[in-house]
């Protein structure tokens, strides 16, 4: 794998590592902060799950809706294996990687039809927006059905940079006190990047 630009690693608890692009670095206040986005591609597995339908006190087999919910931890360790087999018929590698299970390998070309839109809350923000997803591959594990979704938009972390130490990702405190100060610099890139 060729890597365009400069890279850094973020780490996890459990010694997990995620390899980045920095997509920019400033400084700000005397502290260098680094926008980056992830090498690989990061995914999300979802479960189909029956709703219930709450009103009636019954569910009809008809008019039963499904919904995805994220998969967690403990389940993830289960089905695992099984989505690393589905994704490889594609010349994708699953990985477990820091912050996001990601894939490295091409992705298929966008399907319209086939994307997801998600309302995300944001924290500490009022109202919601939304992110779409590209369906990347469905499979079955005891009988329960799965998808596995690639967000259509870059992901990005905001982490700070101090010489000879680890990158460190920012609490959801931090980024909230220092991203009116980032702010200008970030829509400034983005906004070059569109051009």
């Avoid at 009103?55 to 294996?81: H, R």
């Avoid at 990985?95 to 091409?106: F, I, M």
Wanted: hydrophobic share 35%; charged share 30%.
């Amino acid at each position: 794998m060729e890597l365009e630009g400069p890279t850094i690693t973020l780490s996890d608890e459990a010694g997990r590592s995620l390899l980045c692009y920095i997509e920019l670095s400033v400084d700000v206040d005397g502290e260098e902060y680094a926008l980056v986005n992830p090498v690989d591609y990061p995914i999300d597995i979802f479960a189909w799950v029956a709703a219930e339908d709450t009103e009636e006190g019954t569910t009809d087999e008809e008019d039963e809706e499904e919904t995805l919910v994220p998969v967690e931890d403990a389940e993830l360790n289960e089905i695992f294996s099984t989505a690393q087999a589905v994704l490889a018929e594609q010349n994708l590698k699953l990985k477990r990687t820091a912050l996001s299970l990601t894939v490295e390998g091409d992705l298929p070309e966008v399907d319209e039809d086939e994307l997801l839109t998600l309302e995300v809350e944001e924290s500490g923000v009022a109202g919601s927006d939304s992110e779409e997803y590209q369906l990347l591959a469905t499979f079955f594990h005891e009988e329960q059905e799965y998808a596995i979704y690639t967000p259509i938009d870059p992901v990005l972390f905001v982490v700070k940079l101090k010489d000879g130490q680890k990158p460190q990702l920012l609490s959801p405190e931090e980024f909230q006190a220092i991203q009116p100060k980032l702010q200008p610099y970030f829509e400034e890139h983005l906004f070059e990047e569109m051009e």
